[in-house]
């Protein structure tokens, strides 16, 4: 049970008071990537003080949504990761980007994280009851990192690294992000790169809503 709490017999309330607290759904943003090492998240967290981050990892491990985890040799090292129970909070940060998004202004020019663009900016647009009966993988080349995403029968899941891709995205985080806030792939022509058979691309542009 959380320290503070609103008190309120209400899935809003209590949901607000494990995850409420500032910075705590931004730290939970980026364990949906993947498992970090409190240095990757210290480093993707700008201005979080790291008493502060310390002091969120432990809340989100009382309540169970975080776990530590210590990766065999030859990495041997601790790592922060979403439990099942914390996993759930995947389709609200989806939601939450959806409903940012028109409030953000142009992306910067140095662009944003490739994982930022592809998982959180891209992903939070899938519309999941559209994807149902899909099977599509993308492999995308955003800023010279590789990031995969795959559509399985109503599922968004990352994609396997190691399988053949049905189509691939390459260009720049700001490139991408453009496609996403509503430009079309004719705008962004030397920019960035869709490769795939005409319906595999048409079918991801309707998934996600882009403008193909």
């Not at 709490?5 to 980026?30: H, P, S």
């Not at 995308?140 to 190691?162: M, S």
Request: negative net charge; charged residues 25%.
């Amino acid at each position: 049970m959380p320290g503070k709490t609103y008190d309120q017999y209400c899935g809003i309330a209590a949901a607000l008071d494990r995850v409420g607290d500032r910075w705590t759904l931004l730290v939970m943003r980026e364990l949906s990537f993947g498992e970090q090492r409190f240095t990757d998240l210290k480093l993707r967290l700008p201005g979080i003080a790291s008493n502060l981050l310390t002091e969120r990892l432990r809340a989100l491990e009382d309540d169970g949504l975080v776990e530590q985890r210590e990766l065999p040799a030859p990495a041997a090292r601790s790592v922060y990761a979403l439990t099942d129970e914390g996993r759930r909070v995947v389709p609200v940060l989806r939601a939450l980007s959806t409903f940012g998004q028109p409030f953000l202004g142009e992306p910067p020019a140095d662009g944003v994280r490739p994982e930022m663009a592809v998982y959180s900016g891209l992903g939070s647009r899938v519309d999941l009851a559209a994807a149902t009966g899909v099977r599509l993988a993308a492999r995308f080349l955003v800023d010279g990192q590789e990031l995969w995403l795959r559509v399985d029968d109503g599922r968004l899941e990352r994609g396997d690294a190691g399988a053949a891709p049905d189509l691939e995205v390459t260009g720049s985080s700001v490139s991408l992000l453009r496609w996403v806030r509503g430009e079309s792939r004719a705008d962004l022509v030397g920019l960035l790169e869709v490769t795939g058979s005409d319906a595999e691309v048409t079918e991801f542009a309707r998934i996600f809503h882009l403008h193909d």
